[in-house]
């Protein structure tokens, strides 16, 4: 091989001309925090995206790429934005003519990844809060559960309540229900709150603001078809995303089906019991063929399989894939996922032993670690990526200002 | 004995390599690169140009054969073989379902390239998708895959195959298919194909949008060998492309698509050909070699605000100053001379009714040479300024080869050796370049040369002659 003995290093120049450029000079110890001034790692995401912009080889791929012809220059806000339309699905870095060993080192799915991470705690709510996503990982998770698990079981103990007779699944007689609502529904509800602000002020600095003719509504449609069947994990061509090399795989989309819809289902559960506490007066516990017991049965066998599943496949990802820090933080997501539901599964089956008051002490200490965690970890990516693709259903319905002719 | 051996890694290799494995033949292949850089110059493709009848998937309207042919016929200015060119254009219209089946995924053609809905098909995520499916089928076939492998010469008894070299390894094979690109990495080569031109060794100052592994090894050795020579040396696809662009693998993004919205000049500032003449993407190819004949081989594109937005953003900012003057100054040329031109541009200009998506009435008047169409005077601050140097993608030098793909010596057809993709597409591309053809005849021949080749490994009844083939292929 010829060696490239006048490598261009303009580029690298340019790069960082321009990275100075827009950040006007002036580097401040949180960066991030005033409009217009770029990071280092959003100034890699507007380097990346005009490399991209002159290529657009990727336009079929995904969202990311059309919404990027959209644009010629790339501000913050159009920044997180496209960042948070990354699925990381790694199709485009494969596919890159320019990713390394290319001297333009082109890896679109790792500096999306980088940046997402600063829009969840840009915008995190409260803001202060927002450096808990670079704590937030497997350790911690695990952490905080193991030790919310032992606090009630110590409680338990405490009371002499720990180990008793059978009581035939009746949980309330260990923790009384109004209790469990209290802190289970407070901490939930600050939890969805905290993520609620956050998005809302993502939407309001990267709205189009417009509403497309025919209205919101098709948008809307078809945003909410995109999250529920992950479209941008299918590569354009539907045989999928990318794992450990250039091969293209359903895996990590079914295992995240079996996440989200098991997710779902036990959010079903809960909600289907509470309406028949409080609407029918029906209390727990509810029969194995019951509605609360089937749902939460199948989420839980769903948040069994799909964490898992992605378990394994985070472990295999290719090494150029994504951002290796937020690894952490991911399995940190996926660990307790599956700990809520195995404890969870476990306590359903020894309901009526007398290990219920354990099982159930621990079930709920996950739980609690897992609505703890849940604003300012992992769960932060399905709000803000639902948040993208509703802008980019939008924005793709309104006509372009830009009359670039043929190339 | 290996039946079918592949040297080279770029789309007609993997072509020959798949096609000849499906034959039955086994089949190994040698690329030169680590695996990281697999796949030529194919890595940098986007489409390949199809003939077609009426609408297809991805592609609109139709793109008849004979159309094809004609406009084929005017960019080479007639350097082709009208059987080799209508064999890979009737090839180009059968040969996406096979694609298809080994992995490549087509898409709609992408923003910005509409005027080539019609005659182009594109790949899902370009050409190193598509060359990474080739790869991935190949494995699965079976086809044995050796990286860092470069073949030094071949040993030819009469222009017959009997093996290949890898320094001191002897790789024996009934067949071989040689596609290991064009020389236009091998700056030396360029040096001497190119020579002096106002006492400038021209090459010297050309950039490689390819990759940087087809130093023309094989090419020389075969030539060597007394195979058949075709095309000229100094002729290959050559684009006019950002002077920051890196030396190899450049690539599409180091396009600069503004020249036929405003003027360009060479280093004296003046202007040297008629940027308006037609379509850039008509137009594009003929820069290169546009430029490479200018002072330093160096041009710059002179664009005004007026352009902005109308053009596929640059991977390179521009230079940007608030007047024309100041423009000068920052891109280093006489400010004075630069003047003189714009100003006589600017007078020039009989500004009509401006659209950049027909051949439109703005023009020049008494200016030489003149522009043609898209004439608008410069005089919207901020102005911009891209240098332009010649970036070549492959050179058209090869080897002479018939409708099997079979290399002549002496005018006489191989037995066993055939040859695909860059190092015998000057057979069809003397000169000039059409978007999307060098996929079509790498694909076309590449195909061709697997089959033949695994048919003259797996048959030892004497090959078909010519004119069957091309029965069966009509």
Redesign the interface.
Known sequence: MPPPEAASTSFDALAREAAALAAGGSPTSSPSARAGELTANEAEVARVMQICNACRYCEGSCAVFPAMTRRLEFGKADIHYLANLCHNCGACLHACQYAPPHEFGVNVPKAMAVVRVQTYADYAFPRAFGALYQRNGLTVALASAAGLALFLVLALALRGTLWHEPLAGDFYAVFPHNLLVTMFGSVFGLAMLALAIGVTRFWRNVSPGEVPPGGNAPALAEAAHNVLKLKYLDGGHGEGCHNEDDRFTQSRRRYHHFTFYGFMLSLASTTTATIYHYAFGWEAPYPVTSLPVVLGTLGGIGLLIGPAGLWHLNRTRHPLHGDDAQKSMDLGFIALLFFVSLTGLLLLVFRDTGAMALLLAVHLGVVMALFLTLPYGKFAHGIFRSAALIKWAIERRLPSRLQLGSD | MLDVLVIGGGNAALCAALMAREAGASVMLLEA?PK??RGGNS??T?NLRCMHDEPQDVLTEAYPEEEYWQDLLKVTGGITDEGLARHAIRESSTCRGWMIKHGV?F??S??????LSRTNA????????LV?AYF?SAENLGVDIRYDTKVDRLELVHGEFRAAYVGNQRIEAKACVVASGGFE???EWLREAWGQHNGEWVADNFLIRGT??N?GVLLKDMLASGADRIGDPAQCHAVAIDA??????G?????V?CV??GIVVNKNAERFYDEGED???KR?AIWGRLVAFQPGQTGYSIIDAKA??????????GEKADSLPQLARQVGLDVDAFMRTVDAYNAACRVGTFD??VLDDCHTEGLTPAKTHWARPLDTAPYYAYALKPGITFTYLGVKIDERAAVHFGGQPSRNLFAAGEVSAGNVLGKGYLAGIGVTIGTAFGRIAGTQAARAALDTRVPQPVEGVLRAAA
């Open positions: 690169s990281a850089w890595v940098h986007r995924r898409q709609n992408l923003s910005g390239t509409l005027h594109f790949f899902l995520g370009g050409g190193k998708a990474n991935r990495s091998n700056r940087r592994f130093m920051r662009a890196p030396l190899y693998d690539g599409i993004c180091t396009r698509d036929s919205l379509f850039w993407p594009y902005v937005g109308r053009f596929m953003p640059p991977v390179f900012p950049h998506s």
